[in-house]
Protein backbone atom coordinates (compact mmCIF):
# COMPACT_ATOMS: atom_id res chain seq x y z
CA UNK A 1 0.00 0.00 0.00
CA UNK A 2 2.88 2.11 0.77
CA UNK A 3 4.67 1.16 -2.53
CA UNK A 4 1.35 2.17 -4.17
CA UNK A 5 0.97 5.59 -2.77
CA UNK A 6 4.76 6.48 -2.96
CA UNK A 7 3.75 5.82 -6.67
CA UNK A 8 1.05 7.96 -7.39
CA UNK A 9 2.73 10.67 -5.54
CA UNK A 10 5.65 10.95 -7.94
CA UNK A 11 2.73 10.41 -10.43
CA UNK A 12 1.14 13.36 -9.44
CA UNK A 13 4.55 15.51 -9.20
CA UNK A 14 5.01 14.56 -12.54
CA UNK A 15 1.28 15.39 -13.90
CA UNK A 16 2.43 18.90 -12.72
CA UNK A 17 6.00 19.61 -13.46
CA UNK A 18 4.45 18.81 -17.12
CA UNK A 19 2.05 21.45 -16.71
CA UNK A 20 3.73 24.00 -15.46
CA UNK A 21 5.91 23.68 -18.00
CA UNK A 22 3.58 23.91 -20.31
CA UNK A 23 2.70 27.69 -18.71
CA UNK A 24 5.82 29.11 -19.74
CA UNK A 25 4.70 28.80 -23.74
CA UNK A 26 1.24 30.18 -22.87
CA UNK A 27 2.42 33.20 -20.48
CA UNK A 28 4.19 34.34 -24.07
CA UNK A 29 1.12 34.30 -25.86
CA UNK A 30 -1.27 35.46 -23.25
CA UNK A 31 1.57 38.30 -21.72
CA UNK A 32 1.47 39.81 -24.82
CA UNK A 33 -1.88 41.02 -24.46
CA UNK A 34 -2.41 41.40 -20.59
CA UNK A 35 -0.97 42.83 -18.23
CA UNK A 36 0.83 40.96 -15.00
CA UNK A 37 -1.70 41.74 -12.96
CA UNK A 38 -4.89 41.16 -15.18
CA UNK A 39 -3.60 37.83 -16.31
CA UNK A 40 -2.74 36.79 -12.88
CA UNK A 41 -6.29 37.49 -11.57
CA UNK A 42 -8.03 35.80 -14.88
CA UNK A 43 -5.70 32.63 -14.96
CA UNK A 44 -6.79 32.34 -10.82
CA UNK A 45 -10.67 33.44 -11.25
CA UNK A 46 -10.77 30.05 -14.12
CA UNK A 47 -8.79 27.62 -11.95
CA UNK A 48 -11.04 29.01 -8.76
CA UNK A 49 -14.20 28.17 -10.98
CA UNK A 50 -13.11 24.76 -12.05
CA UNK A 51 -11.67 23.97 -8.41
CA UNK A 52 -14.69 25.29 -6.50
CA UNK A 53 -16.82 23.05 -9.07
CA UNK A 54 -15.00 20.07 -8.75
CA UNK A 55 -15.30 20.59 -4.57
CA UNK A 56 -18.91 20.81 -4.70
CA UNK A 57 -19.07 17.89 -6.75
CA UNK A 58 -17.31 15.86 -4.12
CA UNK A 59 -19.15 17.55 -1.66
CA UNK A 60 -16.04 18.25 0.47
CA UNK A 61 -16.76 21.39 2.41
CA UNK A 62 -14.64 23.56 3.95
CA UNK A 63 -11.21 22.83 5.13
CA UNK A 64 -10.86 22.58 9.04
CA UNK A 65 -9.94 25.63 10.81
CA UNK A 66 -6.34 24.61 11.63
CA UNK A 67 -5.80 24.36 7.97
CA UNK A 68 -6.77 28.51 7.61
CA UNK A 69 -3.24 29.42 8.24
CA UNK A 70 -1.21 27.24 5.93
CA UNK A 71 -3.81 28.10 3.22
CA UNK A 72 -4.18 31.82 3.81
CA UNK A 73 -0.23 32.27 3.72
CA UNK A 74 0.21 30.14 0.91
CA UNK A 75 -3.13 31.68 -1.51
CA UNK A 76 -1.12 34.90 -0.78
CA UNK A 77 2.06 34.41 -1.74
CA UNK A 78 2.26 31.59 -3.68
CA UNK A 79 -1.13 32.24 -5.79
CA UNK A 80 -1.32 35.94 -5.34
CA UNK A 81 1.90 37.40 -5.02
CA UNK A 82 4.25 34.95 -7.05
CA UNK A 83 2.15 35.02 -10.31
CA UNK A 84 1.53 38.74 -10.61
CA UNK A 85 5.46 39.48 -9.84
CA UNK A 86 6.60 36.76 -11.89
CA UNK A 87 4.63 37.79 -14.64
CA UNK A 88 5.49 41.36 -14.32
CA UNK A 89 9.43 40.07 -14.53
CA UNK A 90 9.31 38.39 -17.12
CA UNK A 91 8.41 41.55 -19.04
CA UNK A 92 11.54 43.04 -17.79
CA UNK A 93 14.04 40.38 -18.37
CA UNK A 94 14.63 37.60 -21.00
CA UNK A 95 13.38 34.11 -20.21
CA UNK A 96 17.35 33.04 -19.97
CA UNK A 97 17.64 35.33 -16.71
CA UNK A 98 13.93 34.81 -15.17
CA UNK A 99 14.80 31.15 -15.23
CA UNK A 100 18.48 31.71 -13.46
CA UNK A 101 16.56 33.65 -10.92
CA UNK A 102 13.10 32.11 -9.95
CA UNK A 103 15.24 28.41 -9.90
CA UNK A 104 16.70 29.56 -6.34
CA UNK A 105 13.34 28.95 -4.90
CA UNK A 106 13.61 25.23 -4.88
CA UNK A 107 17.24 26.34 -2.36
CA UNK A 108 15.06 28.28 -0.57
CA UNK A 109 12.08 25.87 -0.15
CA UNK A 110 15.11 23.26 1.17
CA UNK A 111 16.52 25.76 3.73
CA UNK A 112 12.97 27.04 4.95
CA UNK A 113 12.20 23.48 4.87
CA UNK A 114 14.70 22.27 7.08
CA UNK A 115 14.55 25.57 9.46
CA UNK A 116 10.19 25.67 9.81
CA UNK A 117 9.30 22.47 9.07
CA UNK A 118 12.61 20.54 10.24
CA UNK A 119 13.16 18.45 7.48
CA UNK A 120 16.58 16.79 7.07
CA UNK A 121 18.98 18.03 4.14
CA UNK A 122 20.55 14.72 3.08
CA UNK A 123 23.50 14.80 0.79
CA UNK A 124 21.75 13.47 -2.05
CA UNK A 125 19.10 15.75 -1.88
CA UNK A 126 22.05 18.67 -1.47
CA UNK A 127 23.95 17.57 -4.21
CA UNK A 128 20.96 16.76 -6.73
CA UNK A 129 20.05 20.22 -5.90
CA UNK A 130 23.42 21.73 -6.58
CA UNK A 131 23.40 19.87 -10.22
CA UNK A 132 20.22 21.08 -11.14
CA UNK A 133 21.11 24.96 -10.62
CA UNK A 134 23.82 24.37 -12.56
CA UNK A 135 21.91 23.31 -15.27
CA UNK A 136 19.37 26.09 -14.81
CA UNK A 137 21.96 28.27 -14.98
CA UNK A 138 23.53 26.91 -18.38
CA UNK A 139 19.80 26.70 -19.73
CA UNK A 140 19.15 30.57 -18.64
CA UNK A 141 22.68 31.42 -20.30
CA UNK A 142 22.14 29.90 -23.16
CA UNK A 143 18.45 31.07 -23.95
CA UNK A 144 20.39 34.83 -22.61
CA UNK A 145 23.38 34.86 -24.93
CA UNK A 146 20.96 36.37 -28.54
CA UNK A 147 21.42 39.43 -29.27
CA UNK A 148 17.76 40.26 -27.71
CA UNK A 149 18.41 39.02 -24.36
CA UNK A 150 18.04 41.66 -21.47
CA UNK A 151 17.88 41.72 -17.93
CA UNK A 152 17.21 45.06 -15.57
CA UNK A 153 17.65 45.46 -12.20
CA UNK A 154 13.96 45.94 -11.49
CA UNK A 155 13.20 42.48 -13.50
CA UNK A 156 16.08 40.59 -11.62
CA UNK A 157 14.71 41.96 -8.40
CA UNK A 158 10.89 41.29 -9.29
CA UNK A 159 11.86 37.57 -10.00
CA UNK A 160 13.56 37.34 -6.86
CA UNK A 161 10.45 38.10 -4.89
CA UNK A 162 8.78 35.57 -7.08
CA UNK A 163 11.17 32.79 -6.10
CA UNK A 164 10.86 34.12 -2.79
CA UNK A 165 6.89 33.99 -2.88
CA UNK A 166 6.98 30.22 -4.09
CA UNK A 167 9.75 29.28 -1.09
CA UNK A 168 6.88 30.84 1.53
CA UNK A 169 3.95 29.80 -0.08
CA UNK A 170 5.24 25.83 0.06
CA UNK A 171 6.94 26.15 2.89
CA UNK A 172 3.07 27.22 4.63
CA UNK A 173 0.99 24.73 2.33
CA UNK A 174 2.76 21.91 4.13
CA UNK A 175 1.58 21.73 7.68
CA UNK A 176 -2.14 23.00 5.88
CA UNK A 177 -2.25 19.84 4.29
CA UNK A 178 -1.96 17.56 7.50
CA UNK A 179 -5.53 19.08 7.92
CA UNK A 180 -7.53 19.79 5.25
CA UNK A 181 -7.10 17.73 1.54
CA UNK A 182 -5.09 18.52 -1.37
CA UNK A 183 -8.25 19.85 -2.95
CA UNK A 184 -9.31 21.69 -0.46
CA UNK A 185 -6.21 23.59 0.07
CA UNK A 186 -5.71 24.26 -3.46
CA UNK A 187 -9.02 25.59 -3.87
CA UNK A 188 -9.28 27.70 -0.81
CA UNK A 189 -5.57 28.53 -1.59
CA UNK A 190 -6.60 30.16 -5.53
CA UNK A 191 -9.44 32.00 -4.28
CA UNK A 192 -7.18 33.74 -1.82
CA UNK A 193 -5.13 34.45 -4.54
CA UNK A 194 -7.62 35.45 -6.87
CA UNK A 195 -8.92 38.30 -3.80
CA UNK A 196 -5.77 39.55 -3.68
CA UNK A 197 -5.67 40.19 -7.20
CA UNK A 198 -9.01 42.00 -7.29
CA UNK A 199 -7.62 45.11 -7.54
CA UNK A 200 -6.50 44.28 -11.35
CA UNK A 201 -10.03 43.78 -12.21
CA UNK A 202 -10.90 46.66 -13.87
CA UNK A 203 -7.47 46.22 -16.06
CA UNK A 204 -8.81 42.23 -16.77
CA UNK A 205 -11.92 43.65 -17.71
CA UNK A 206 -10.75 46.29 -20.15
CA UNK A 207 -7.87 44.61 -21.67
CA UNK A 208 -10.28 41.36 -22.48
CA UNK A 209 -12.11 43.69 -25.04
CA UNK A 210 -9.79 44.23 -27.11
CA UNK A 211 -7.42 40.80 -26.86
CA UNK A 212 -7.14 38.09 -29.30
CA UNK A 213 -8.43 35.02 -28.45
CA UNK A 214 -5.80 32.94 -28.73
CA UNK A 215 -4.58 34.94 -25.86
CA UNK A 216 -7.94 34.72 -23.82
CA UNK A 217 -7.91 30.92 -24.24
CA UNK A 218 -4.26 30.60 -23.42
CA UNK A 219 -5.24 32.78 -19.94
CA UNK A 220 -8.05 30.03 -19.44
CA UNK A 221 -5.90 27.48 -20.41
CA UNK A 222 -3.87 28.96 -17.30
CA UNK A 223 -5.96 28.55 -14.79
CA UNK A 224 -7.79 25.09 -15.72
CA UNK A 225 -4.45 22.88 -16.55
CA UNK A 226 -1.11 24.74 -14.90
CA UNK A 227 -3.04 26.01 -12.17
CA UNK A 228 -6.38 24.20 -10.98
CA UNK A 229 -4.59 20.81 -11.92
CA UNK A 230 -1.12 21.10 -11.39
CA UNK A 231 -1.68 22.51 -8.03
CA UNK A 232 -3.65 19.93 -6.63
CA UNK A 233 -1.30 17.17 -7.76
CA UNK A 234 1.06 19.35 -6.22
CA UNK A 235 -0.34 19.24 -3.18
CA UNK A 236 -1.48 15.85 -3.33
CA UNK A 237 2.34 14.94 -3.69
CA UNK A 238 3.24 17.60 -0.99
CA UNK A 239 1.54 15.70 1.62
CA UNK A 240 3.05 12.48 0.44
CA UNK A 241 6.62 13.65 0.82
CA UNK A 242 8.85 16.85 2.39
CA UNK A 243 9.15 20.00 1.02
CA UNK A 244 12.83 20.04 0.09
CA UNK A 245 12.59 17.30 -2.09
CA UNK A 246 9.42 18.68 -4.27
CA UNK A 247 11.28 21.61 -4.67
CA UNK A 248 14.11 19.96 -6.35
CA UNK A 249 11.25 18.04 -8.59
CA UNK A 250 10.32 21.06 -10.21
CA UNK A 251 14.42 21.39 -11.30
CA UNK A 252 12.57 19.36 -14.19
CA UNK A 253 11.03 22.31 -15.34
CA UNK A 254 13.18 23.81 -17.39
CA UNK A 255 14.49 20.88 -19.45
CA UNK A 256 10.82 19.94 -20.22
CA UNK A 257 10.25 24.00 -21.39
CA UNK A 258 13.27 23.42 -23.73
CA UNK A 259 11.36 20.44 -25.39
CA UNK A 260 7.65 22.08 -25.48
CA UNK A 261 9.60 25.29 -26.70
CA UNK A 262 10.75 23.34 -29.26
CA UNK A 263 7.64 21.10 -30.02
CA UNK A 264 4.93 24.27 -30.04
CA UNK A 265 6.87 27.39 -31.44
CA UNK A 266 9.73 26.10 -33.27
CA UNK A 267 12.56 27.19 -30.86
CA UNK A 268 15.71 24.72 -31.54
CA UNK A 269 17.51 24.44 -28.77
CA UNK A 270 21.24 24.76 -29.26
CA UNK A 271 23.99 21.84 -27.70
CA UNK A 272 24.40 24.52 -24.34
CA UNK A 273 20.34 24.55 -23.72
CA UNK A 274 20.14 20.54 -24.29
CA UNK A 275 23.24 19.95 -22.04
CA UNK A 276 21.92 22.42 -19.15
CA UNK A 277 18.10 20.09 -19.30
CA UNK A 278 19.96 16.95 -19.47
CA UNK A 279 21.67 18.44 -15.57
CA UNK A 280 18.66 19.41 -14.80
CA UNK A 281 16.98 16.13 -15.33
CA UNK A 282 20.15 14.45 -13.45
CA UNK A 283 20.01 16.36 -10.50
CA UNK A 284 16.42 15.46 -10.09
CA UNK A 285 17.32 12.08 -10.19
CA UNK A 286 20.25 12.29 -7.90
CA UNK A 287 17.61 14.58 -5.65
CA UNK A 288 15.20 11.60 -5.37
CA UNK A 289 17.83 8.19 -5.53
CA UNK A 290 17.83 8.59 -1.82
CA UNK A 291 14.12 7.70 -1.71
CA UNK A 292 13.91 5.05 -3.66
CA UNK A 293 16.56 3.38 -2.48
CA UNK A 294 15.12 3.60 1.21
CA UNK A 295 11.47 2.48 -0.19
CA UNK A 296 13.24 -0.46 -1.60
CA UNK A 297 14.71 -1.04 1.65
CA UNK A 298 11.96 -0.99 3.30
CA UNK A 299 10.01 -3.66 0.64
CA UNK A 300 12.85 -5.93 1.17
CA UNK A 301 12.40 -5.79 5.41
CA UNK A 302 8.17 -5.86 5.11
CA UNK A 303 8.84 -9.15 3.23
Request: one cysteine or more.
Amino acid sequence: MQKQSSRLALAAAGVTVVLWASAFVSIRSAGAAYSPGALALGRLLAGALVLGAVLLVRREGLPPRAAWPGIATSGLLWFGVYMVVLNWGEQEVDAGTAAMVVNIGPILIALLGARFLKESLPPRLLAGMAVSFAGAVTVGLSMSGGSGGHASVLGVVLCLLAAMAYAGGVVAQKPALAHGSALQVTTFGCLVGAVACLPFAGQLVEEAGRAPLSATLNMVYLGVFPTALAFTTWAYALARTTAGRMGATTYAVPALVVVLAWAFLGELPGPLTLAGGALCLAGVAVSRSRARAAAAAGAAEST
